[in-house]
Each structure stands twice: as C-alpha cells, then as structure tokens.
C-alpha cells in the first residue's frame, strides 16, 4: 500500500505497554466506575425501595474498586512487552477505521 | 414520576458520558498514533488470548445477547439457556477445532471472499448480495433497540428516536468509534458484567432469591388467566425438553428440534460463518492461538446466560406490566410507544430496581453495546458493498480514493435503510423470534454450503450458488407458509424448522448438482478443502511443546464438559 510513512514514530526498541495497556485501560475504568458509585451509595439516597434495602450503589462501587485494582495490579506486575517494531493495524473489514485503506481486493 | 419510562438523572448520564469519553478517547489516539502500545493492541498480534477471547464474545454481546435473550427468558423461561449450552459453547467449540485451521491457512478477510476461493463467481455474487441484505437487517435491529433506549429515557415519539439514534451511530463511526475496536470490546464486556450482574443478583434478592423465583413463576402460572399464552411452570422451569422454545409439543420431537435445528443448524451456522465474530480470531499471531480464541470465549459464554437469561425470568414475575403481559393483557407503554413487548424485560426490571447510579451504569453498558453492534454490522455491509460487489461487479480499476468514497456514501446509505429495517424489527413483540428467522434465511444455507464445500472436493461451483439459492428460498418458503397460517409452532419453533430445511435442501441439491457438473481441479482446493490441506497446515507446529493447558483440544474438552454438567443440572 502507498502510505506506510505515517506509523514511522514507533520508539524502535521493546518497551512496556504502560498506560496503554488494555488492562490498565479496564482497571481505570472501573476504578472511576467504583469510586463514582461508591460516593453515591455514601452521600445520595440510597432508595431501598427498588433494592430491597440493599446499598447496591455502595456495593457496586466497592466490587468495581476491587476489579480496577486488580486489573491494574496485574498489568504492574506482568507488563506486555510491546516489541520493537510495531506494524500499524491491519485493515479489518468487520471494523475499518477512517484513516485506514484497503488495498484493492483480490 | 415524570412521562419517561426510564428516570435517569445527572448521575446516571456522568457515567455514560465517562464511557463514551474513553472511547472516542482512544479512537482519537489510536488514530492520532499517539503511542505504539495502541497500535499494538488494535493490530492484534500476539495479543494475550483472554482479551481475543473477550472480543470475540463481546462483538456478539449486544442486542441478540441481551435483549433477545432476557425477551426470552421472560417468555419461556429456562428452555432459552439452549441458545447457550446447545448453541452457542459447542458451535465455538467447533469453529476452533475444526473451521478455524481453513480460515487461518487461507487468509480470507469476509466470508464473500472464502466463497470466491473456493466457488468462483456465481457462489460469491449470491453470498456477497445476501450478506448485505443480512447485516442491513440486523442493523435494523439494533437500531430498534437504540431507539427504544432513547425512547425511554427521554420520551421522544418513536420515530424520532430512531432518526436520532441513526444519527449519533453515523457521528460515532465517523468519530473513529470504530477504530479503538478491541478497546471497546474488552472495555464494554466490563461494563456490561459490571451492570447485568448487580441487576441480576437485586433482582433475586427481591423476588425471594432462586426458590423465590421459582415458586413466584409456579404461583403466576397456576392463577393465568385463559387469555395467557405462556407456557406451563415446568416448562419454563426446566431447559429440557423445552417445547416451550421448540413449539413442538411431543418432547422427543422438541429435542430433536432444539439438537438440530437450533443447535447444530443455526448455531453452528451462526458461530462459523460470521465473520463480524471470525475476524477477531484471524487477528491472533498463530493457528493455534487463533483455535483458542472461540475456546477461550467459550468459558465465559457459559456463564453469560445467567446475567442475561435469569433477569429476563425475574422480571416476569417482578415487574407490573411484564406479569400483565404474560397473564395475556395489553399493557401500556414500553420502548417502542405501542404497548409492553417481551423485549422490555430488561428495561423495566432496571427502571424498578436498579438506583440511580447503577442505572447510568446499566445504561452505558446497553447503548455501547447496540451501538458498537449497529457499527459494527454498517461497517461488514461497506465493505462487501465496496469491494465485493462495487468494485468486482461493477465499477473496476479505480482509485482507492474512488472506492474510499463509494465506502463513505454506503454507509449514509446503510445508516438511512436501517432506520426502515428497524420498522421490520419493531413489528416483534419478542426480537429474538426475528433474528433467529433471518439467521434461518442466510446463516443456515451458508454454513450448509461451507460445511458440504469443506469436506468434500467433488462440490463444484455451480453447485456452490445453486445451494446457497435454493437454501434461502426453501427457509424463506417455511416461514411464509407458517405466517399464512398453515401450520402453527409456538416459539421459535418456525426458525428452527425454515433453517433446517434450508440446511437439508442446500445439502441435497448440492450433491446433486455437484454429481452432474465439473468439480474445480484439486490443485486450487490447498487450504480450503479438508482432503486437499496438509496436515501441517492445519495445526502449529510449536503447540506441542506448550504445557496442556495452552493446547487447543484439552481447552475444548474441558468446555464440553462443563457445558454438558450445566446441561445436566438445569
């Protein structure tokens, strides 16, 4: 394909995934997720009506706190290694992205 | 209360605004190519297998999944956990110890192109014209579902929420919503968990927990009023032998109906020859790794259909207007304005026991999920309308930029008919019943044909387009008759019995136009066909030495064997 130039900035040596890491990505999420949710359930009404008494703000906030730290633990101590040349994506028919070409098929 | 159905406030749209500022985010970046950690992950390669695994199951977690499937739970009850344990887990299976080999050896990129390679031109015209038919149908439902989403939360008539809801999916790929792809996937897996399964264990807390639940749905099925159609407490009690589902009201032949015309049929047809899902394996830096993205996705898959399936259920029992409705009454209001249909199940039991909070969260998960699918389905119809039938049939040798533009103004086009798709969709009281139809018209056939040009070199071309024809109609056929009333299954029996017709008529013209035309030489069959393919071709050479737990066939025995215990016990 003619454009290839523009992915040239890759760093050229392997290094970390950082915060780009899908996982880090899911545990900040989920952590903002949780802390949102969990002052809900402190400071705004918890409407036992719907929940049957239950705080599920709270609880909620506190399991997604947990899923985020754990997610984000996990990248910490086993980090993706990001190899040193990185291709830019492959075009994928299912979900092509706007600046991505197709070389002319078949 | 105010007039809409659902009662968000500021809370709720601070959390779907968080999601959706993630990832556009990341769309913005990966586009931008600000870090090449991003593109790392958006090109696939050597992605670890639990995040291909999750992509692979969360391109389908969206309105089939979800809508569909606690529509059903609320009708049927438990017989709908076949979609899963019947269904889906085994055809994933499959698709990684047996499909998955052909299309990683032979690097097709949609499945118009496989039919090319392996039957030339008629096949690939009448499958290419009969995938974008599907996708800009099941894009219609998808933006049903959007709209009904828009519709309860803000009020709008119908119709507009439906303008509206095409609207922000046309300014959502355009953003490059699509081009964080595996980010939003793994990200809307989450988020989806995250709400569905609080949903699902507040709403057994208020209905007495399981035994609540079962004897809430024995006691609603003993006072049913003669209007009820719904069926008998044991039947929607126990999963087998679900003539609920089937329609069928022997239990043997409602077996045989689930067994073969939803599980091996539709679901193997579904799972094998979609390639919204297949593309996400493809991805994946080997054969072997590309074999276990199904298999690994098949472990969470078995345990979706108690987030999905089991609301669907409670809120049959908890919910006003879902009781109302299964006792045979009309009740007013509902997503679509015309009345509550089956398919609001999950938004009402959310309106009545979910806080404000958790709600948004709920919400964020569903929009992203109908969103990203609608996308996903408008982007596979681009496509195959730019390249496979604009560029091949029609308009050839132009530049890039010309088919760039064609690919554009297909997707206006595609976002414009699936507002009148969607009226298609809105006419079903339970979606589930309708896509399982159109899964009948042109996933049934297809996998036929796949299936049959697979294992057998003799098929030939001619055969190839005659099948896949002839397959379609025959289905289509069935459920016309079936709409004219001459004969009658409850259920989704009548999907069922079009694609399995479709399946056996495509099998048998196929091997009979194939015994009297010219098969193609075997030399242009390596890779495509079982017989012609070496086995070194089909397997990773370097999966022997991986320890068992990272080697594909113990992964899938493993699988099949918990779905089979969860087969036992419910």
């Known amino acids: ?106 | 209360m105010s007039d809409t159905l659902i009662d968000a406030n500021w809370l709720d749209y601070l959390l779907v605004a968080i999601y959706f500022a993630f990832v556009l985010g990341i769309g913005v970046m990966a586009r931008r190519s600000v870090s090449d950690s991003i593109d790392f992950f958006l090109s696939g390669r050597s992605l670890p297998a639990w995040v291909t695994g999750l992509a692979f199951i969360s391109a389908n977690l969206g309105a089939v999944e979800i809508m569909g499937m606690s529509a059903n739970g609320a009708q049927l009850g438990m017989p709908t956990f076949h979609y899963f344990w019947v269904g889906a887990v085994p055809a994933m299976l499959f698709l990684g110890v047996v499909m998955m080999p052909f299309y990683y050896g032979s690097k097709v990129r949609s499945v118009p192109e496989f039919m090319f390679r392996r039957f030339g031109t008629g096949a690939h015209l009448v499958n290419a014209i009969s995938f974008a038919v599907a996708q800009l149908l099941i894009a219609g439902v998808n933006l049903a579902l959007l709209a009904g989403i828009v519709r309860a939360l803000l009020g709008w008539p119908i119709w507009v929420a439906l303008i509206v809801a095409g609207a922000v999916v046309l300014s959502y790929i355009t953003l490059g919503g699509l081009s964080a792809a595996i980010y939003n996937e793994v990200l809307q897996f989450f988020v989806i968990v995250a709400s569905l399964l609080p949903l699902t264990l507040i709403g057994l807390h208020r209905v007495g927990g399981w035994d609540g639940l079962t004897d809430k749905i024995n006691a609603a099925s003993d006072g049913a009023a003669s209007a009820s159609d719904a069926p008998p407490a044991t039947q929607q009690l126990n999963a087998w032998p679900g003539e609920a589902l089937s329609g069928f009201d022997s239990p043997l032949l409602s077996v045989i109906g689930i067994v073969f015309g939803l599980g091996f049929v539709l679901s193997f047809g579904y799972w094998t020859t979609n390639f919204v899902e297949v593309q996400r394996a493809m991805a994946s830096d080997s054969i072997s790794a590309a074999r276990k993205t199904p298999i690994i996705g098949a472990f969470p898959k078995m345990f979706v259909p108690f987030i999905v399936i089991v609301p669907g259920m409670i809120s049959a029992v908890l919910v006003q207007e879902m009781i109302d409705l299964k006792n045979g009454g009309s009740p007013e209001g509902g997503a679509s304005g015309e009345g509550v249909a089956y398919n609001d199940a999950l938004l009402l039991l959310m309106r009545d026991v979910l806080p404000n909070g958790l709600l948004g969260l709920a919400i964020a998960g569903l929009l992203a999920a109908f969103m990203a699918g609608m996308a996903a389905n408008i982007s596979a119809f681009n496509t195959v309308f730019s390249y496979d039938l604009w560029q091949r049939y029609i308009r050839k040798d132009h530049s890039d930029d010309y088919y760039l533009r064609i690919g554009r103004l297909a997707t206006v086009g595609a976002t414009v008919i699936a507002i009148f798709t969607a009226q298609i969709a809105l006419g079903y009281d339970n979606v589930m019943n309708y896509l399982q139809t159109l899964f009948g018209f042109f996933n049934a056939p297809l996998f036929a044909t796949f299936i049959l040009g697979m294992f057998w070199k003799r098929m030939t071309p001619t055969a190839g387009w005659v099948g896949l024809v002839a397959g379609t109609l025959s289905a289509i056929a069935v459920d016309r008759l079936a709409a004219a009333g001459l004969f009658e299954l409850s259920g989704q029996g009548v999907a069922f019995l079009a694609a399995s017709v479709a399946f056996v008529v495509d099998i048998v013209l196929s091997i009979v136009v194939s015994l009297v035309t010219k098969p193609k030489p075997a030399s242009e069959l390596r890779g495509l066909v079982y017989s012609e393919t070496p086995r070194e071709d089909r397997t990773d050479p370097n999966e022997a030495s991986m320890p068992w737990y990272q080697r594909t066939a113990p992964l899938a025995g493993i699988a099949l064997a918990i779905v089979i215990v969860l087969n036992f016990a419910f």
Do not use: Q
Not at chain 1, 56 to 63: E, K, Q
Not at chain 1, 82 to 97: E, G
């Open chain 1, 1 to 106: 394909m003619s454009h290839t130039t523009e992915s040239d900035e890759t760093t050229g040596k392997p290094h970390k995934a950082g915060l780009f890491d899908i996982r880090n990505i899911i545990g900040v999420l989920m952590g903002l997720y949780g802390v949102i949710l969990a002052l809900a359930g402190l400071l705004g009404e918890h409407e036992p009506d719907k929940t049957g008494g239950v705080n599920a703000n709270l609880w909620t906030g506190l399991g997604l706190l947990a899923v985020g730290a754990c997610f984000l633990l996990w990248a910490k101590l086993r980090p993706i290694v990001v190899p040193a040349n990185v291709d830019a994506p492959d075009d994928d028919p299912t979900r092509p992205a706007p600046r991505r070409r197709r070389p002319s098929a078949h």
